[in-house]
């Protein structure tokens, strides 16, 4: 089995890192700077680059890096790697999709439920006023709403979407699912005791889900315009809820920002920004917008279990070079 040289430009879990040194590789987990990246790739003669979202693949990348043999993709999305480019270098280009589906719904379903009881305004609010204006603050969130009945619009229904459904059915939502690719979906609740519950989901069209839900999720791959625009937004419910915790970019958030202000919306939830890593002022500071940094993979489990599969394609790809 080939010794590879492995640099993790965005972090990788300490057990894969110590399974790969264990096996005799070497691993480099630092942060190179995007502009030393090819330098480091070629005097360290880099056999393997692991990247987050974070670091930029691009075809100018690779032209410059000769020994570079795979790059995996800790994560789904692949829209920051030329994969094109790569493939007619040669270069294996490999992701980790399973591993972070669970915590990008539980995400998606702390900013539901936090949204659904103002907890984004009221963590914003309570150190400020909370000792001065306690009642004054009750009673502006005391209109919370139970999610329980009410439904649940998911925008695409992939691992993702599907495991939002099942955290959505389990707090008894109705789920109603757009996919213009999939016909039905099915999902298993498993539960403490070891009962399982199966349950099946036709998809309808995207006018009807927007139309019928009281929170939208989107869970959809990069897309060259946005799934909700200014059309789509109109189409919603009054007073409905929208989540983006796919990719920056599928919700136009300038139209997204005039529904917050308009009423038409009663909260927004944001994982990611169309301009990443520095999204605009007017968003992070809207009231009625809950926000985390691009954070929906970023569990423990989610990290272990990314590192157990990086492992595992990191010995194929060693016991391949001989
Ligand atoms: P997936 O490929 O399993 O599912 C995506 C689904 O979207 C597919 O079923 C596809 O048919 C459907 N789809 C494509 N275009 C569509 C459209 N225009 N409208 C409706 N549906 C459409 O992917 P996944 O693993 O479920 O990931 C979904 C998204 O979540 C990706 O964009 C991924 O980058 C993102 N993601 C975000 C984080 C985060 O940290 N916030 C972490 C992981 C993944």
């Not at 009881?117 to 603050?137: A, C, I, V, Y």
């Not at 995207?206 to 937004?233: M, N, S």
């Not at 009625?288 to 954070?295: A, E, R």
């Amino acid at each position: 089995m080939k010794k590879l040289r492995i640099l993790a430009n965005d972090g990788l879990a300490p057990s894969a890192k110590e399974k790969l040194e264990k096996a005799g590789h070497i691993v480099y987990d630092r942060k190179i700077p995007q502009e030393e990246l090819a330098d480091f790739i070629n005097e360290n003669d880099i056999d393997v680059l692991v990247v987050r979202s974070a670091t930029k693949v691009p075809a100018s990348l690779l032209k410059k890096v000769e020994p570079l043999k795979m790059i995996v993709r800790a994560g789904v999305g692949l829209d920051n790697i030329d994969t094109a480019y790569a493939k007619e270098k040669g270069i294996r280009v490999e992701n980790t999709p399973e591993a972070s589906s669970r915590s990008v719904a539980e995400l998606v379903m702390a900013h539901l439920l936090g949204g659904a009881r103002f907890l984004h305004e009221s963590n914003r609010e309570m150190p400020l006023r909370g000792d001065t204006d306690f009642k004054d603050l009750k009673k502006q969130y005391s209109a919370g709403r139970e999610v329980r009945g009410k439904t649940i619009g998911i925008l695409g229904m992939g691992r993702i979407g599907r495991e939002v459904a099942k955290l959505a059915t389990g707090l008894g939502m109705k789920v109603k699912a757009y996919d213009p690719y999939v016909e039905e979906a099915s999902y298993t609740l498993d539960f403490f005791d070891g009962q399982q519950a199966h349950f099946t989901v036709r998809t309808e069209p995207k006018e009807e889900v927007l139309r019928e839900a009281d929170f939208v999720t989107l869970h959809v791959p990069a897309q060259d315009k946005p799934v909700i625009g200014k059309k789509e937004l109109e189409m919603m419910k009054e007073g409905a809820a929208l989540i983006n915790a796919a990719r920056g970019g599928v919700v136009d958030e300038a139209e997204l920002l005039k529904a917050l202000d308009s009423g038409k919306l009663s909260f927004a939830a944001l994982d990611v920004y169309e301009s990443e890593p520095a999204p605009p002022i007017k968003l992070l500071m809207h009231p009625k917008v809950s926000l985390t940094p691009h954070i929906g993979a970023s569990t423990l489990e989610a990290q272990e279990r990314i590192g157990e599969e990086i492992v595992k394609k990191i010995h194929e790809l060693a016991a391949q070079s001989g």
